[in-house]
């Protein structure tokens, strides 16, 4: 049996009690998701990694942050998202939840950290509930991932879906290819994501497949769908914020840029060097100063005139 509220979204039914209708000050739940998809509601998330841009994201009203594994590429320097610990996904993720105030966080669970078993899944995802202060945890993968799901909504643990392309297993996928575009593989990407709906699933992310699969997908689920790379007709949507700011080395097709950051950066750091090196900076409003007299006292006791 589902926790009291994440049955209300599974079902499309509010808890029992009034609700308050939410207000731009009020803190997003996953109950909240549903809502939105009933009225229609588009959801707009973004990822963040640090407490800096988390708050600069609440700030501006996104809707969710996803504290994502692609930290492993976009800040860490790694390879993939493989090589991305617990560790580092729980010190991250406390890093977000302590700036935001409004969205919902949703965390990544990093691989092989919930696919041995249920349970290391749920002990994975409630440290990042407890040490991370996230509101939820996403997790990759489809009909393998149902009793996991199941499992961890059980535990009280709200959890997000992520079908289609799915960069965990990207090797096994024949690497970050568009997934879905024959008949065969998009109706069973659509069975998966209602397996998911039914496992507990509050939310699917749906990675890099063909806009009118994700649109039949979306059409079928009572959960909402964030598409990444899938067209306009999920619910939501989500981007990274390296690429929606110019940080990425590569920027993905579907991807927008929002701002250049990066020349930002090019130009600051240049500017800064400059400066230095001319000794224009530190400038006098930038320095601190002493009362004359106490400099003239330091004079005489560094030179050991104590006169």
């Known amino acids: 049996m589902l926790p009291v509220g994440v ?37 707009a998330m973004v990822t963040a990694y640090d407490h800096p841009t988390a708050r600069f ?19 860490l320097g790694y390879a993939s998202t493989l090589s991305v610990t617990m560790d580092e996904m729980a010190a991250h993720s406390h890093a977000v939840s302590g700036a935001v105030r409004r969205a919902l966080v949703v965390a990544d669970l990093p691989y092989m950290s919930y696919q041995p ?14 040490e991370g202060g996230v509101d939820a945890v996403k997790l990759e993968g489809g ?27 990207a090797a096994a996928l024949g690497g970050l290819r568009v997934q879905g575009r024959q008949a065969e593989a998009a109706a ?15 939310g699917i992310v749906l990675e890099a497949i063909p806009a009118r699969v994700a649109e039949l997908v979306t ?30 080395d590569q920027t993905p097709r579907f991807a927008r840029q929002y701002a ?33 007299e106490e400099l003239d006292l330091l004079r005489g006791l560094l030179t050991g005139d104590r006169s």
């Open 57 to 75: 994201a609440d700030e501006a009203g996104v809707d969710a942050i996803l504290v994502g594994d692609s930290i492993g590429n976009n800040v």
């Open 219 to 248: 059409r079928s689920l009572r959960v909402p769908t964030i598409g990444i790379g899938a067209g306009v007709h999920c619910d939501g949507q989500v981007l990274v914020m390296h690429d929606m700011f110019g940080l990425a």
């Open 188 to 202: 069973r990407l659509a069975a998966e994501a209602r397996e998911l709906e039914d496992a507990g699933a509050f």
């Open 117 to 130: 078993s249920t349970r290391d899944a749920i002990l994975s995802a409630g440290r990042l509930m407890s």
């Open 7 to 43: 049955t209300g979204v599974v079902g499309m039914h509010k808890p029992e009690g009034e609700r308050v209708t939410t207000t731009s000050a009020e803190k997003i739940t996953v109950i909240d998701f549903g809502e939105y998809k009933i009225r229609g509601e588009l959801i």
């Open 143 to 169: 009909g393998a991932m149902v009793s996991t799901i199941r499992a961890l909504v059980g535990a009280g643990i709200p959890v997000m879906g992520h079908l289609g392309l799915t960069p965990q297993s």
């Open 260 to 292: 250049d950051l990066g020349a930002a950066f090019r130009t600051g750091f240049a500017a800064y060097r400059a400066e230095v090196k001319d000794r224009l900076f530190p400038a006098e409003e930038h320095s601190f100063k002493m009362k004359s």
